[in-house]
């Protein structure tokens, strides 16, 4: 079976191929560890992946060391909800209504992660010193400006992200409030970061957002 042929959104297929990962074979080759920390490949188009998976019957080892297992519904929750969503152990127990130490288990011996997700640490967390997020109208101004660097008609944009016109107009007019998900999107399709493009204040004339 082909890349192509798994049912993955354009997103996902896009991140594999950027990481080098072209062939059905190759992704077989790896660990979810392995794929967790890929610097190429997002936690939504990783989760993307993990249910294609689950639908072709395909596995993958945990770690270099582990035995492939089963992932059932549960886990793909707990995994988008810790790695996806950025929740802690705690909430996420409570979610799927199992106990923390739970949650960890489940994270280690399935995917093989231990200790705080990657995407989680990239998020930006807020401190007393810090100033607070900028608001809607921010983002979305920082999204049609870094758009228009890029020379992509709002409508080019919305389709790279799979998300329709409307919605991205109204990111772009500062009347909604983007979800992360939606910002990790935005910032594929736009050459930088969600950390970067969240708190974007000004967007030089290259695109490049900065802080």
């Not at 080759?29 to 794929?35: G, K, P, V």
């Not at 991205?168 to 409030?177: K, S």
């Not at 030089?204 to 957002?209: H, L, Y």
């Amino acid at each position: 079976m082909r890349l192509s042929e798994m049912g993955l959104e354009s997103v996902t297929l896009a991140c594999l191929h950027r990481g080098g990962i072209n062939t059905t074979y190759r992704l077989l080759e790896q660990t979810y560890r392995e794929l967790i920390w890929h610097s190429e490949i997002t936690p939504e188009a990783l989760y993307d992946l993990l249910r294609a998976l689950r639908r072709h019957g395909m596995r993958l080892k945990p770690a270099p060391r582990g035995t492939e297992r089963s992932v059932n519904e549960r886990n793909l929750e707990v995994f988008r909800l810790r790695v996806v969503e950025g929740h802690t152990l705690k909430d996420v127990g409570e979610q799927v209504g199992i106990g923390h130490e739970r949650v960890r288990q489940i994270l280690a011996g399935y995917f093989g992660l231990r200790g705080i997700p990657p995407a989680v640490k990239a998020r930006p967390h807020r401190t007393e010193n810090q100033s607070p997020p900028p608001d809607c109208g921010q983002v979305g101004h920082a999204v049609q400006q870094l758009r228009a660097a890029k020379g992509l008609t709002i409508e080019q944009l919305a389709d790279a992200i799979d998300m329709s016109t409307e919605q991205l107009a109204r990111i772009e007019d500062g009347l909604r409030d983007p979800a992360w998900t939606t910002l990790s999107r935005l910032a594929i399709a736009l050459d930088t970061t969600a950390a970067l493009l969240v708190y974007a204040i000004e967007v030089e004339p290259t695109g490049r957002a900065h802080a």
